[in-house]
């Protein structure tokens, strides 16, 4: 038997043993391009704030960045592993891009335009759409805590399925939101343990979760965090137990930036925090994008350096 | 004609005579294997709790139980029937541990990231998913005094006769929940019989309830209790009413265990119960995988030994 | 050309002239089995009360009736023209007594664990589930007065034309309830004989409605009422006019016994008016399995000897 | 190119040019057939009213209308263009009068056991319903102004495109209910030219609206008839307003009588008005059937003589 | 490599690469007719006002716009480059003008008669009747903001993906509507750009927006559009600012003109300012079709001369 990948990426994918091979291989060329490739660790870059916040509050800051182009080019000589977008900015560069760098096609959105206590996203594109673009994975963001979740979970069920029947991977954004959740409790380790729990069960391959504070959100969940000692004082830690929450490390989870603007030294120290606590990367989105370009490739040059341990 | 199998498993496979051969293969399969193969007695290990309860609250207590492998090795050595789970902890171990054990894929599951008074769970998994993985059944979940119960009853009619034209075998899960019922009578004995029937009618093989209080909840059962003064005192009266309630005694009927943190001579005691009761076994998921595995395979031999009838 | 029937049965099936085949043989196994076979009027035990009320309160008065086999055979012994019961209850008894009795389906049903203002039952069953059992027909309840009625009326429109596309007859329950009605409104005459006409219009074969009261529920038909001098003191005469509201005749009407617990007498006196009135016949459930099967085989060779005007 | 037509007949099926040839000919077959056949006016008799309002509102001012072979024998030989009723009263006589007249199958209906604010009617059959019954075209009913029309109005869209694709025709009734209009408004001028307009923009073939009073609901429609002066005085004035409405005249547009139990100088009264407005014709249901059969024919008779311009 | 196309529209073309050459083609069918062909600058004639807003308020100051012919024949001779409009007025009109100009047929519609807070449109067509009708693109309104846009996201997202597997264009026209907007909110410069930023995500080829007034409505965008200095006090800034939202000028974004009854200069004035802000073009309704004919001709004459920069 030939052994073309590194023994971690072997081992990463012997996780998924029983998946198409049309997913697996979906999923090793996520694992196995850019600088991280072979590594076992990713940096995608991910840009649906446009639609999520609207462009001026996204590309304003640096104008080149209202072009579709710039951001797939930002991610190829970044070395990023893969590019992940909604529909339109997927369909703009598709063509000229081709087979560049994978692509992740975010198939479902949400809008700000009304304030929403319950928020539900909007599915904006179809598991046909990613084949036809040449993606490599589709991505879809589930809200947990929010009323009417099953809805999403469901819709997220059955394009998981279709994706895997048809040899893509599957990437699944969890952010808890909703009416029974407090603005501190959407972070909170609990909720961010739970919500990798839910995406792992559900069925994605790859799980973004974002960096959990240490405040705990639920009752029941804080009795046992505190009886049974968890560590939760550091990062790393934070990190060590969402890793441990999803499969005890056999699902590939990573973790978006800290809040918008988050300087440059609490940024490395995050990714430090992922490396150190067996986080599988990061996803940076407005934190990269939002940066001058130079500054943006100095970032995640050193993002990366640290997620290659170095 | 040929005799496999003891004249237990050839009545109790006799009360589905019209079913599909494959879903009495299925069911057989379910009967046959483990410890108490043969038996006419089941012990089956569910673990759901990640996506119910969250992953602290549901592997903390035991840290080996966050990995998924951790769960179908145990139920395998305790010579369980078989091992239920949602779609990821299935994914995650079928194709590791095809053939060793029958499998059920729980179709549908409920977080509780928020309260809620009228709960519905999500279909996550598919009747396509259980036999791309191996399964033998689909499980399910419905909330009898749920608001919109009737969601959940018409997907499960919909799933289940999916299931059984591919020749599964179904479980389904009857938790009584919702505005209309107390919380002590979510486990009243009326409430659970009524459950159990409904579940029949639904046309479930297997049935799986919660041990039933002495409580009665519903006005107008409880006229009928008292008037024909069903034997409800102890809990092998108890567990022989919910028998009684589903067919007579001609569908599978098994019991969740008591509340989390039973000690183990109640829990035994319960096993007593539902032996003598006519139950036709038990289906324990946190009294078991949040013991340390020494003793949750001690526990297990005790009960099946109990179900063994010694 | 043959005549094979009695000239009521070639009347009746003359009523439904256009429709399939498959449908006309079906209604004419219904007409012409059992005791009243070919008569043109009918006596058919339905039991759906373990899903609608609960196991005790259905069983517990007679428990041999918690077995799925005792009512077929009690239908088949007494001479019934057919039995109804829900989907767990038809698959318990079908491969067992194929070909004995003509069948009908039950596909949809409700429990009551939770009060409900507007009920709304659940589809629990399918055609497809009808034809595999061995049915000759399907049955389906709606609530004429429930706010979200159009969604009962459109699933039963397409589960009606699907069942005659495949040659199934189709009986339709019509039950006032819901936020509009009083309790004593759900019998009064004007909404009883609404329901047998809306059943009509929604295309099924038999219809099922309780015997109605005097009561006059909505002002605008007590207008009419009055003003055209509709006969209603007698139960014969609104019988009477119940089947005239069904296309005068010219659709199978039948109707269910009185409340629970009538006792005997009065039970054969609506028996009687039933007759008298050109009622089609009877569908006697708790009063018949509630009772001694003794009993309950007296009563029902009594309300057969009223039936064929004995 | 044969004339098979009168000139006003082939000017009317002009207006539908590029629908299928299928549609055009069952078009052609309601304006050809009867006693107003090629004059490119039309009467239907419409019998929904035994579901809209109940069997005694309907049928007891005239016990025979009981009876589903009365209406389209009364059609027949008053010389109707076509016969329209839910699926019950079509599937009862489509079989005995196959051929003798064109048939409108009334695909959706409401009934009126509970008072709604924002009603909406259920679908009750199918286009395959229509086709099997060998109907001319589909009817369906829209409530522009109630809360949920856009049900209503992409039901009928997929109902509509789905009967043209088979070819047959489509009817419209649209009558404006709903929370947002006054009583009165439901018959304004505005309020029925706007219907009739939503109508014909939703692609039907023929449209069937009230005839509408001088009153205007809404404000800012009524700002545009004071300013333009558009003649509402007369109700021919108004009738030609509505027919303006509906593609300037290229759509078939006709109306039904007055409130029920207008007398029979005062319903004439509004054929003259019909015809001189430029009217396609009249669908006169109770104002028909409630009425002796004698009567009925009489007044059918001179309803049709002033359509004819005699 | 043939060069049929003017630079500019090879350019445009370049935006859309990797799209199906059946959309390419019916994208540059829109770009090419008509006077302003192969200048990359569009004019639309668009007539959905009658189901909008009422035929009275709509057709009533120019009454031959009444006729569906009317519209199509001054989009024929105003050299136009393609005429919009509801099913209705598309099939009264497609057989008889069949292949003279580019035909958009408008998916969704919505009307004025209940008040609604949260709005949504009815789907009224399909993407078959846009075939089967000649059409060159299909049209859809969404309103960001509304409480259920995702309904509409999602309904639109299917259809845009049907359209371009069949070849055809998609134009999607984005009205900021909904509780979470005051009244001068739903053309503020923010929400404007935001809903051009939306409706190019969902993968909309030509995209029409209102001409955007300077006000700011969200609190967080305002921030930004202060804090980098977003010019916007000329309608070209903002025109300018809308077209960089979507997509840097990489997708087609056209601009309704004004309020209603506005100027003729003030609409020129408009016109310059879409034309210098680097708009693609105008769509006008009401200003052109409510306007004598000859006026009309002459308004859209003026237009056209400034959008060719002359």
């Known amino acids: 038997m030939s052994t073309r ?11 998924y043993r029983g998946q198409n091979p ?29 639609f999520e916040h609207g462009p001026a509050r996204s590309f304003a ?26 529909l339109g900015f997927i369909e703009a560069i598709a063509a000229d891009y081709a087979g560049q760098i994978p692509l992740i096609l975010k198939l479902n959105n949400h809008d700000v335009l009304q304030d929403e206590k319950d928020p539900l996203g909007a599915r904006s594109g179809s598991v046909q759409d990613a084949l036809r673009l040449g993606c490599s994975a589709i991505g879809y963001t589930i809200y947990p805590g929010t009323a009417d979740r099953r809805l999403q979970y469901t819709e997220f069920a059955d394009l998981c399925a279709e994706a ?13 939101r909703g009416g029974g959740l407090s603005k501190e409790g959407e972070t909170g380790l609990d909720v961010t343990a739970y919500s990798a729990q839910i995406a792992a069960q559900l069925g994605a391959h790859i799980i973004k979760v974002k960096l959990p504070s240490a405040h705990l959100e639920q009752a029941a969940a804080a009795k046992i965090y505190e009886s049974t000692s968890i560590p939760r004082d550091t990062l790393t830690e934070r990190v060590s137990h969402v890793i441990q929450s999803a499969f005890n490390g056999r699902r590939i989870v990573i973790f978006s930036g800290g809040a918008l603007n988050t300087d440059r030294d609490a940024l490395l120290d995050e990714a430090r925090a992922i490396y150190a606590g067996g986080g599988f990367g990061s996803i940076m989105g407005r934190n990269v994008f939002q940066r001058p370009r130079d500054e943006a490739l100095a970032l995640l040059n050193d993002v990366m350096s640290i997620l290659e341990g170095k």
Not at 5 to 15: A, D, K, V
Not at 63 to 74: A, G, I, K, T
Not at 164 to 176: D, E, I, Q, T
């Open 164 to 176: 895997k029947s048809v040899g893509l991977a599957v990437v699944l954004w969890a952010y808890p």
């Open 61 to 86: 800051p640096n104008p080149p960045s209202y072009d579709p182009r710039y951001h797939v080019q930002l991610a190829i000589d970044a070395g990023c592993n893969a590019y992940a977008a909604p």
């Open 22 to 50: 049309g997913s697996l291989t979906n999923l090793a060329r996520l694992l196995t391009h850019g600088r991280l490739g072979g590594t076992g660790r990713l940096v995608i870059l991910p840009v649906d704030q446009g």
């Open 5 to 15: 990948f590194t023994p971690r990426i072997e081992e990463i994918l012997s996780y």
